[in-house]
């Protein structure tokens, strides 16, 4: 049996969105205290390093970072989106909260690289997958699990990187920011229509965009007939030496902003497909990020699972 290195850390509980905003540090407190209560399978706790700005840039320009942390306030929230659809927050904490959830996915990178580690999951937030080249939204400042796969790009060499989203919401800020680069293929499985509106089949990149949006009501049997077919055997075909996962928990049926009907089983399944591909082409390696997931029950069910099926 594999273990799985768990990246973490309490910065990641001090970001604050105000109350009833449901990317809340509940989520993460209920995600720990799950991964503790696994027995069956070795984890590893690391703490999330702060990430270099430097590792950022070839994602996110200087001058977008730059802005972000002006906007953090001394006091209260401060939004980066105009009312009346502002739900993506900075509080005087965000900093280092920000750095960390990016700077957890660069210390797996090294891991998987320099200590052939291969499972890796970053238990962080706030989450990523929104934030585009230039635009926080989502409740997303920097987009991590994009940093993570240049930073494999640029400091190890890996040619062909797949990133698999079966978060509910379409990574929107995924999309843009590979949308010409045939390096990396994004897989994305989503609630279409919702928030945030892109992940049509028809935006396809230069080849290298896949995605799968399904009605709501959606049910486990049919959710998993499509990701098959229109995630994973594209994913096989594309050979990736690395598998990233943007893990988002709230197609489940429990969730409060969205109206998938998973249940948590279903994320065991779904992870143990990836991890098929990633035992096929990728040495096994995978390194999952912490996306959404808004109702505690469903997450914390939902996690041991797709950590036991990493493990596998
Ligand atoms: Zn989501």
Known sequence: MNNIQIYYHSDCLLKNNGFNHPERKERLDSILTSIKEINNIEIKFNEAPLVNLELVYPVHPKNYIDNIFSKIPKIGLNSLENEPYADTFLCPNSKNAILRACGAGLLAADKICNNSIKKHFCAVRPPGHHAETTRANGFCFINNVAVTARYLQNKYQINRIAIIDFDVHHGNGTQEIFYNDKSILYGSIH?????????????????????????????????????????????????????????????????????????????????????????????????????????????????????????E
């Open 191 to 311: 609630q279409f229509p919702l928030f945030p509106g892109t992940g049509s089949e028809e935006e396809t990149g230069v080849g290298n965009i896949f995605n799968a949006p399904i009605k709501k009501n959606t049910n486990s049997r049919d959710f998993h007939n499509i990701f098959e077919k229109k995630i994973l055997l594209n994913i096989d075909k594309f050979k990736p030496e690395i598998i990233l996962i943007s893990a988002g928990f709230d197609a489940h049926y429990r969730d409060p902003l969205a109206q998938i009907n998973l249940e948590s089983d279903d994320f065991y399944l779904i992870t143990k497909k990836i991890l098929e591909i990633a035992n096929l082409h990728s040495k096994g390696s995978i390194i999952s990020f912490l996306e959404g997931g808004y109702d505690l029950i469903a997450l914390s069910e939902s996690i041991k699972l797709h950590l036991k099926a990493l493990c």
